[in-house]
């Protein structure tokens, strides 16, 4: 027997399940408040669930979306008939028996989501990867897990017993944050729920009722559990601390790249159109101000790249002051509404996409809303453009880090300006990133230097398969 079926026949024989399993169900509970908030205004069509258990967030799914057509799927049999039990004449639920890590449906789905299972998963990056397969064009992904620093109480009677917990270590989340696929922008965030059982044999005797025994690590003999008991009931009241893992993910409505940079005028610009010559690509700047001075960024790209019409996409709104969106449009009387910056129509098999943002990340576009808070709803992959002189490192880091803390995947870095080896190596070090390309300076700037720059950088293919 594999150590999944051990793990199917465990849960599937976990009779005392939905009166024990205290913490999944306030977990499923926050996981779909989490969920509904991401669908306020889209509900969701199809929904996959994995790991469904009996059915805990199933059954809040079906609340927030009556009209749903959901698929829930569990490596159980015997949990899925648990949840036919509890779901009768449901006739928009399809259960159905899979692996995670072996997905066997179609897709898309419009929501993928999962409460507390991916503990389980052996090859959670192969898995995530594959389930984000599955997901449509801006499709929402919602996960929870155990993370570390759970069980520490009773990991310390553990070692107060002098024995070793059959506990696996959990993941940080910035573990969990660095799995997440590069199709897309997720953030996990780590909240603590602190149960108490009436007493540590309880607590023993209720993770055998939902199935939670580990079978990779020899379990405590009845005398060492005896000695962790004894250590557990020290100290005061018995209590125990989860720490769950909230994962939400969306997948990117296009293929491409967001291109931001450390500041102005740091030639977002030719990298986006050597990019655009590089992949063949379509070209996209969403917000565009000081035409009063200069020509349009649109209007440069496609002159430096040589791109017909078509493949340049108007702005959502244009203003004349060299200034931030924000400001521009101030000086223009009006100002920019975030909902109306949406993605050009496009269907799957278009071209790759490069959208080019105005200035840096926390560029002011709005009240409340900054640049990051696009490159966040668009969700694609960003590549940083910064300066290759000194001054860099400072404001290449600030920029990742800012990046990165909204859950923004960061394809690579470009430098620009003469090479600058210990720059790069503490960019490509500190910044955990790697160089997609250095350009030097060129003169004159034309299509031919663009075509000399672009030949510099990696192709789509690579982009899309060498994932950092």
């Not at 991401?38 to 927030?64: K, M, N, Q, S, Y």
């Not at 801006?138 to 107060?160: D, I, N």
Request: charged share 20%; net charge neutral.
């Amino acid at each position: 027997m594999t150590s999944k079926d051990r793990i199917a026949t465990r849960f599937g024989a976990a009779r005392g399940y939905d009166q024990a399993a205290r913490i999944q169900r306030i977990a499923a509970t926050e996981l779909a408040r989490r969920i509904a908030s991401r669908h306020a205004d889209t509900p969701p069509a199809r929904i996959l669930e994995v790991g469904c258990g009996t059915g805990f967030l199933t059954g809040e799914l079906r609340r927030l979306f009556p009209a749903a057509h959901i698929t829930a799927t569990d490596i159980a049999p015997a949990m899925l008939d648990r949840v036919a039990g509890h779901m009768p004449d449901d006739a928009r639920l399809v259960l159905h028996h899979m692996d995670a890590e072996a997905p066997d449906l179609k897709g898309p789905f419009d929501l993928i989501c999962s409460s507390m299972a991916m503990q389980w998963f052996p090859d959670r990056t192969r898995t995530l990867r594959g389930l984000a397969d599955l997901l449509a064009p801006g499709g929402l992904m919602a996960m929870t897990t155990l993370c570390v620093g759970s069980f520490r109480q009773w990991r310390e009677a553990y070692a107060r017993a002098g024995v070793t917990c059959p506990m696996p270590e959990y993941p940080s989340a910035d573990q969990l944050q660095a799995e997440w696929p590069a199709c897309g922008a997720g953030l996990w965030q780590d909240a603590e729920i602190v149960d108490t059982p009436t007493s540590p044999l309880t607590f023993v005797r209720e993770l055998r009722a939902i199935g939670a025994t580990h079978v990779e690590h020899p379990p405590a003999t009845g005398t060492q559990l005896r000695h962790v008991l004894e250590a557990a009931e020290t100290g005061g009241p018995f209590a125990v601390s989860y720490h769950v893992g909230y994962g939400l993910f969306r997948r990117a409505a296009w293929p491409g790249v967001f291109v931001t940079g450390t500041d102005t005028d740091v030639g977002k610009t030719v990298t986006s159109a050597a990019l655009v010559r590089a992949w063949n690509a379509s070209y996209w700047k969403p917000l565009q101000s000081g035409t009063d001075d200069a020509p349009s960024d649109s209007t440069g790209v496609q002159h430096l790249a040589g791109l017909e019409p078509a493949r340049i996409h108007p702005p959502a709104a244009t203003f004349g002051a060299s200034l931030s969106p924000e400001d521009a449009a101030s000086v223009a009387h009006t100002r920019i509404d975030p909902a109306m910056i949406t993605l050009p129509r496009h269907t799957a098999s278009d071209r790759p996409l490069v959208v080019e943002g105005a200035g840096g990340v926390f560029v002011p576009i709005a009240e409340n809303y900054l640049m990051i808070d696009l490159m966040v709803r668009l969700a694609l992959p960003v590549v940083l453009v910064a300066r290759s002189q000194l001054g860099t490192i400072n404001h290449t880091l600030l920029s990742l880090a800012a990046l990165r803390a909204r859950g923004l995947h960061v394809a690579g870095v470009i430098l620009n300006g003469p090479p600058e080896p210990h720059g790069r190596s503490a960019i490509e070090r500190h910044g955990r990133v790697r160089i997609l390309a250095e350009f030097p300076p060129v003169a004159p700037m034309g299509p031919e230097a663009v075509a000399q720059l672009a030949a510099r950088l990696p192709t789509w293919d690579q982009m899309v398969r060498d994932v950092p």
